[in-house]
């Protein structure tokens, strides 16, 4: 039987609760946007949440409400969806790379001082494969240089970076309930802050720059609102989001465990202060004694499916050569992108299909297969 890449976790709760919302009539701008909105506010240690439809929405409303515009530059990393960087576009401002650290794959904050001028209007960080960025060193930079922190958390929900969870670690936070998340609701998306006037700012914005309380008209807006369909689905899936958890930490250690001292595999670095939620199990490979495009072929024969995050760093693509950029400009995350392969991690795969990952591994590096 094929194991899959990922799965849907969803269970009888989250049909119940869709069943209320068909059952209530109330559809849209019901009571599961806001009970989502709470509970997920609660859950990150904010003071605010505001729900979209989207992950990419939130990122594009984080921008708006930060006031970034034509003429600033956003600094980002290169080895991320294409969606971080776009929202960046989608104001107007400049997308400005930093090359990402050799052990996280994350933003390198050392990259990120060296980019900064005197445009540089916020960082953008993102929480590759569910470990967070270095938000000590980040914000030290953003208090130096007067600039705005924003989290990219869309893989990310429930991680910790000392002590302290994601959405909570960055003055604005964006997370995806996309289907392959580690919290879902099929498409999805939520903005988390403690910043009273980018929240009532992002409410506006998803609702066509809409008061709350009147048909009034500020500024632009856009529909990126989240239907109480999907609110029901997220709601089902926060309850269950610290036992999901759990079992990926555990895939994780399981993984860990089998490949270690694995020629030509390296498995992936988790930092003391940081608690990683494992979105992706990524192994690095060394691409001489195990090619990672041939480990994945063989895997495939084998009925076992994987992933490569990210095959191109996005300044290789013509969409941000455009502006610039070529090959050489960012080694590390060019390295790393020939060199990473996510395994199966999701909650529903069993020890058993770990151990049969595991030893098919084993066989193709000891040249077995
Ligand atoms: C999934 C994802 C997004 C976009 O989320 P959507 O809900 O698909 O719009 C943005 N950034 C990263 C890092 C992601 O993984």
């Known amino acids: 039987m094929l194991i899959r890449l990922s799965q849907p ?6 049909k119940d609760l869709v069943n209320e919302v068909l059952d209530s009539g109330l559809l849209v701008q019901g009571l599961k946007v806001r009970d989502l909105e709470e509970s997920f506010a609660r859950y990150c240690g904010t003071q605010f949440a505001i729900a979209v439809n989207n992950g990419t929405a939130a990122l594009h409303t984080a921008l708006a409400v930060a006031e970034i515009g034509v003429g600033d530059e956003v600094i980002t ?14 104001q107007g401002a400049k997308v400005v790379f930093a090359d990402i650290e050799k052990e996280t794959f994350n933003i390198d904050p050392e990259e990120v001082e060296r980019k900064i001028t005197a445009k540089t209007k916020a960082i953008l960080a993102v929480d590759l494969y569910g470990h967070p960025a270095d938000y000590l060193k980040l914000r030290e930079l953003t208090k130096k240089h007067n600039l705005i922190l924003i989290e990219d958390a869309a893989q990310a929900h429930g991680a910790e970076c000392c002590g302290v969870r994601t959405g909570n670690l960055a003055d604005i936070s964006c997370f995806s309930l996309y289907a392959t998340k580690n919290m879902m609701c099929a498409e999805g998306g939520i903005i988390t802050t403690n910043n009273e006037k980018f929240s009532e700012l992002s409410r ?8 709350e309380t009147r048909y009034e008209y500020n500024d632009l807006g856009y529909n990126y609102r989240l239907t109480d369909i999907q609110a029901a689905i997220a709601i089902g899936q926060l309850e269950m989001l610290e036992k999901y958890t759990q079992r990926r930490i555990h895939n994780a250690k399981l993984y860990s465990n089998l490949l270690n001292g694995v020629q030509g595999i390296a498995t992936p670095v988790t930092k003391s202060e940081v608690k990683h939620v494992f979105h992706q199990y990524t192994i690095t490979c060394d691409n001489l ?8 072929d063989y895997l495939k024969k084998q009925q076992i499916e994987s992933g490569v995050y990210y095959a191109k760093p996005l300044h290789l693509h013509s969409h941000f050569r455009k502006f610039g950029y070529q090959v ?9 992108a020939n060199r990473v392969l996510s395994l199966p991690v999701h909650p529903l795969i069993s020890d058993r299909d770990i151990e049969t990952i595991c030893t098919h591994i084993c066989n193709f590096s000891k040249g077995l297969d």
Do not use: C, W, Y
């Open 9 to 14: 976790t969803l269970s009888q709760r989250e």
């Open 77 to 90: 990393t290169p080895f991320t969806f294409v969606a971080t960087a776009n929202s960046i576009l989608m």
């Open 204 to 211: 506006r914005f998803r609702h066509h720059g809409q008061s």
């Open 289 to 296: 004694s195990v090619k990672r495009d041939n480990l994945r």
């Open 328 to 336: 050489g400009d960012f080694l590390v995350s060019e390295n790393i």
